[in-house]
Nanobody
Framework: QVQLVESGGGLVQPGGSLRLSCAAS????????MGWYRQTPGNQRDLVAR???????SYVDSVKGRFTISRDNAKNTVYLQMNSLKPEDTAVYSC?????????????WGQGTQVTVSS
């Protein structure tokens, strides 16, 4: 069974940093685009950043210059380094990946990890 497992969320003060990780496991042949999304209560899940298989990146305007997405293909893992965090970054962050596995082409979501920015 292919799955995504996230880690790295938590409580941080404004201006602080966190690093999120999302590891894919299972019978994986290839991973295409990987991304991070976030959702607050009552709102839809929005894209934060994504990275292609050739490491082309894109970011939502509100995090440009503060967040960095990266990936380690050998570990089937995507990271989100979040610096200069603001209270408005508080959300549940979920990773997403487009995966080719022994079960075919899959679009998977992680379970989500809470990020809270508060003093």
């Amino acid at each position: 069974q292919v799955q995504l497992v996230e880690s790295g969320g938590g409580l941080v003060q404004p201006g602080g940093s966190l690093r999120l990780s999302c590891a894919a496991s299972g019978s994986i042949f290839r991973i295409y685009t990987m991304g991070w999304y976030r959702q607050t209560p009552g709102n839809q899940r929005d894209l934060v950043a994504r990275i292609s298989s050739i490491t082309t990146t894109s970011y939502v305007d509100s995090v440009k210059g503060r967040f960095t997405i990266s990936r380690d293909n050998a570990k089937n893992t995507v990271y989100l380094q979040m610096n200069s965090l603001k209270p408005e970054d508080t959300a549940v962050y979920s990773c997403n990946a487009d995966i080719v596995s022994s079960s075919g082409r899959l679009n998977l979501w992680g379970q989500g990890t809470q990020v809270t920015v508060s003093s």
